[in-house]
């Protein structure tokens, strides 16, 4: 019971974070990608205001075996670049870029974010539903025969 309220206390004050911040407000966004335009840097003090405390956060979590509510922390695996990680990464980049939104600001923009939210919701559903049969065919059709 205390994880779920404790998850659900973090989600809300996370969701209001971005709507605070203005990550759910796409215009704001495309601004902040618009460097050779009409540039708005303020969002650099959000991704500021997330960095510094999570490189505090992992610091802490590296040197702890459990986390304060008992349950174990997972360890870090290999980190390394890899073609799923980079084609991952373009392909949120160029979402994010196209729409203004990544998935935290797309849920937390669902209850005022109109058809354009919903859009982009079920859009992300659909993509996240069917990256994993995608892969496997991939694989499949890249496998020696």
Do not use: E, H, N, Y
Not at 41 to 52: C, E, H, R
Request: glycine fraction near 16%.
């Amino acid at each position: 019971m205390l994880r779920a309220v404790s998850a659900g206390v973090a989600g809300a004050v996370f969701g209001l974070g971005l709507v605070v911040s203005g990550m759910t407000d796409t215009t704001k966004v495309q601004g902040w990608l618009d460097v050779f335009g009409d540039w708005d840097p303020t969002l650099a003090f959000v991704m500021g205001g997330a960095i510094v405390p999570m490189a505090v956060a992992w610091r802490v979590a590296a040197r702890r075996r459990v986390s304060v509510l008992g349950t174990a922390l997972p360890r870090l695996g290999p980190q390394r670049l890899d073609p799923g990680l980079i084609w991952g990464s373009v392909l949120f980049g160029a979402g994010w870029a196209l729409a203004g939104l990544c998935p935290g600001p797309a849920l937390a923009s669902l209850s005022f974010g109109g058809t354009g939210g919903l859009a982009f919701f079920a859009a992300m559903l659909v993509g996240m539903l069917a990256a994993a049969p995608f892969r496997a065919a991939l694989r499949r059709a890249a496998a020696p025969t």
